[in-house]
């Protein structure tokens, strides 16, 4: 679904100079990196994938990490591991703010590490821990992984892009040590149906774009999933929430109909309402993308 095509006036693009120079700090430090630990955000699995990933991963094992599962239908999950499992990728889901599924990926990153240490071994050199990287975009839940991983709060983790802003090595155990990145962003969004995901999610920073081309944009896009997945979300989430459905609007129109019929006209107040309604749960639990095909 095009759900940019009335918002190409308004680019989103950020890149901050936190992120540019972490950048170039993660590609000197992946050379001692045995395994990537790549975590996207369960809502939009595809808009939080980073294009470079691949290029920067080369030849080491990749862990892919789908975070953030409790904000989507168990429906949802599965149809996302049967089409992972089709390109070939084993993918593994977790809450890391409550620590579900967070024991499966300590021990897929020590796996990846076993054959590392069976070629030392085999030179006549000691094993060493496997060192790991979590990558992702920001506010994905790099930081809670990684306290959820070593079982208390070493690195800051909050709701909002942007709070890791240096290179950090964390020792998880004696057989794991695990390197915090800043969330790292295409230096161009190409994509802009996936950067107004990312914005929507609030996975990418609040300067770059519009609370109220943003919210509308949640508006087209639940409607439109609304009638091509009607047995995989919950119905009329909008009208459940804000007792005002929205089927039948635009959303533009919906957003100025919501500040009219609850904030006094303030559209801005609308448009942020909504995007925390969403951000938090409160529209119920709702995937922005569905596995294509």
Not at 152 to 172: H, M
Not at 269 to 281: E, M, P, S, V
Request: charged residues 25%; proline residues 5%.
């Amino acid at each position: 679904m095009a759900i940019t095509q009335n918002y190409k006036l308004n680019l989103i693009q950020w890149y901050p100079g936190h992120i540019a120079k972490a950048e170039k700090n993660l590609k000197e430090q992946l050379k001692r990196v045995d395994v990537v630990l790549e975590v996207r955000d369960a809502r939009i699995p595809l808009a939080t994938h980073h294009p470079q990933i691949s290029e920067w991963v080369g030849s080491k094992a990749r862990v892919l990490v789908i975070n953030r599962v409790d904000m989507i239908p168990p429906q949802v999950r599965s149809l996302w591991i049967d089409w992972f499992k089709r390109q070939g990728e084993f993918a593994y889901f977790t809450n890391a703010q409550h620590g579900k599924g967070i024991a499966e990926i300590m021990q897929a990153a020590q796996a990846a590490g076993v054959a590392l240490n069976q070629r030392r071994c085999d030179r006549g050199m000691l094993p060493r821990p496997v060192r790991a990287v979590v990558i992702g975009f920001p506010n994905v839940g790099k930081s809670a992984l990684i306290n959820r991983l070593l079982g208390k709060r070493v690195v800051e983790s909050a709701a909002r892009p942007g709070v890791t802003r240096q290179l950090r090595w964390v020792r998880i155990s004696e057989h794991l040590e695990l390197l915090d990145a800043p969330g790292v962003i295409p230096a161009r969004m190409e994509d802009q149906e996936a950067a107004l995901k990312l914005a929507i999610c609030d996975d990418i920073g609040e300067a770059s774009y519009d609370n109220q081309l943003v919210a509308a944009a949640l508006v087209d896009l639940l409607n439109y999933l609304e009638a091509v997945a009607t047995d995989l979300l919950p119905k009329k989430p909008l009208q459940s929430r804000y007792q005002l459905d929205s089927i039948s609007d635009t959303g533009d129109v919906y957003l100025h109909a919501l500040a009219e019929h609850r904030y006094k006209g303030d559209v801005e107040r609308a448009a942020r309402q909504l995007l925390t309604d969403f951000r938090k749960g409160l529209l119920g639990i709702l995937p922005l993308e569905l596995p294509p095909n």
